[in-house]
């Protein structure tokens, strides 16, 4: 079974708390992300600044120079590196997210996105593997499929 460790991006950019909010925006138009794990000078997973979180700077242009931990946010969902696939990607269905850090105890190792885990089911699917089912049905579909199948 497939775990968050075996998908997961190691290759990280981050941003430290006092970093200001036009070195965030930089970083992820250079490298094309979404968003940036936020960490502290002892590595310590503060939180996440994303788009999301950067979309009331179109109001206000005179924010440049605010700093990350303004705008981050603080309650991150994450995962343990040995977390289930089957387990992410239900997260990923029910909270909506784009991505998820992946820890090894209390230590940043990776990031899993939702871009990470589509790839690496074309990827098994091209080699003919079986991918494992999803732990839970969702509730909007009645047992048995659809009405009228």
Same mark, same amino acid.
């Given at each position: 079974?497939?775990?968050?460790?075996? +998908?997961m991006s190691t @290759?990280? @950019?981050?941003?430290?708390?006092?970093?200001?909010?036009?070195?965030?925006?930089?970083?992820?138009?250079?490298?094309?992300?979404?968003?940036?794990?936020?960490?502290?000078?002892?590595?310590?997973?503060? !939180?996440?600044?994303?788009? @999301? /979180?950067?979309?009331?700077?179109?109001?206000?242009?005179?924010? $440049?120079? /605010?700093?990350?931990?303004?705008?981050?946010?603080?309650?991150?969902?994450? +995962?343990?590196?040995?977390? /289930?696939?089957?387990?992410?990607?239900?997260?990923?269905?029910?909270?909506?997210?784009?991505?998820?850090?992946?820890?090894?105890?209390?230590?940043?190792?990776?990031?899993?996105?939702?871009? /990470?885990?589509?790839?690496?089911?074309?990827? +098994?699917?091209?080699? !003919?593997?079986?991918?494992?089912?999803?732990? $839970?049905?969702?509730?909007?579909?009645?047992?048995? !499929?659809?009405? !009228?199948?």
């Amino acid at each position: 079974m497939s775990q968050a460790k075996d +998908v997961m991006s190691t @290759f990280l @950019f981050t941003v430290d708390p006092d970093d200001t909010i036009e070195t965030a925006i930089s970083l992820m138009l250079k490298h094309g992300l979404s968003g940036l794990p936020v960490l502290d000078m002892t590595g310590h997973l503060l !939180g996440i600044v994303s788009e @999301f /979180d950067l979309l009331d700077l179109v109001w206000d242009p005179q924010t $440049s120079k /605010d700093k990350v931990y303004h705008y981050m946010t603080r309650e991150v969902h994450r +995962v343990d590196e040995n977390e /289930d696939l089957s387990a992410v990607a239900e997260l990923f269905r029910i909270l909506s997210i784009r991505r998820l850090p992946v820890m090894q105890g209390d230590k940043l190792v990776g990031v899993i996105s939702r871009h /990470d885990l589509l790839r690496y089911v074309c990827k +098994v699917r091209e080699q !003919g593997a079986a991918i494992a089912p999803p732990m $839970s049905i969702p509730l909007e579909m009645p047992l048995g !499929g659809p009405a !009228g199948v």
